[in-house]
């Protein structure tokens, strides 16, 4: 069985530009979530997709977008960086039917905004 | 809105010690609550939720709604309990995770 992979593991931006971060979903999942996760902080609801559009959203501002793709892998953008975007970015992935709530993640793509 | 505290940020107990980490909910609806553990160099996995009762690698939690806590224990920590642990909440129709910020437990020789 096949886990959550993303990519890049790390990678540096500068204010204001833009950057796609890309998530994998572990083999027989079809549901994909984000999350970010602040240096010291829990991890942050930032949305979920499901059969290809946005199922749920967390407090982030429009700038923040997603993908998903008939495989169920998924894709993260965030434009107009800011500093506060700096942080860890983990996708993780479940089963729609018979969810027992529990998400399987992937080791994350680590943002740092310059 | 919902919120989920853990208190301490860092935790050290003695192997063979008993340990309990914090966990505090704030919710309106009916919780859904898990622990996930965050060893070193690893990623975030499912250590317990409420709902299935049982016992993973000796820990235990139990929901206490009057006191709306959820909070871990082990009666013997091993050093391998040496992790991060993240205390969450279940909720919406996404069912998406609102995390605490985390207790980094270690155990010491």
């Known amino acids: 069985e096949t886990g959550v992979t993303q990519s890049p593991t790390h990678l540096i931006k500068t204010r204001g530009q833009q950057v796609t971060l890309r998530c994998s979903s572990q083999?027989?999942?079809?549901?994909v979530s984000w999350y970010q996760q602040a240096l010291g902080q829990g991890p942050q609801f930032i949305f979920q997709?499901?059969?290809?559009?946005?199922?749920g959203r967390g407090n982030f501002p429009p700038r923040f977008s997603g993908l998903q793709f008939p495989n169920y892998s998924s894709e993260l953008n965030v434009n107009a960086l800011e500093l506060d975007d700096s942080a860890l970015y983990l996708c993780?992935?479940?089963?729609?039917?018979?969810?027992?709530?529990?998400?399987?993640f992937g080791e994350g793509s680590r943002l740092t905004v310059l | 809105a919902q919120r989920v505290t853990q208190p301490e940020k860092l935790l050290s107990v003695f192997k063979g010690a008993p340990v309990e980490l914090k966990c505090n909910y704030s919710?309106?609806?009916?919780?859904?609550l898990f622990w996930y553990v965050q060893y070193s160099r690893q990623r975030l996995q499912l250590l317990l939720r409420?709902?299935s009762r049982e016992s993973i690698k000796g820990f235990t939690a139990d929901l206490n709604k009057g006191e709306t806590s959820f909070h871990l224990k082990k009666p013997f920590a091993q050093e391998e309990d040496s992790a991060m642990y993240y205390c969450?909440?279940?909720?919406?129709?996404?069912?998406?995770?609102?995390f605490g910020s985390g207790t980094q437990l270690t155990v010491l020789p």
């Open positions: 919710y309106s609806g009916s919780p859904e």
């Open positions: 997709y499901y059969r290809e559009e946005e199922n």
């Open positions: 083999s027989g999942h079809n549901t």
């Open positions: 969450a909440l279940s909720s919406g129709s996404a069912r998406q995770l609102t």
């Open positions: 409420h709902i």
């Open positions: 993780a992935s479940s089963r729609s039917m018979g969810n027992t709530g529990e998400l399987f």
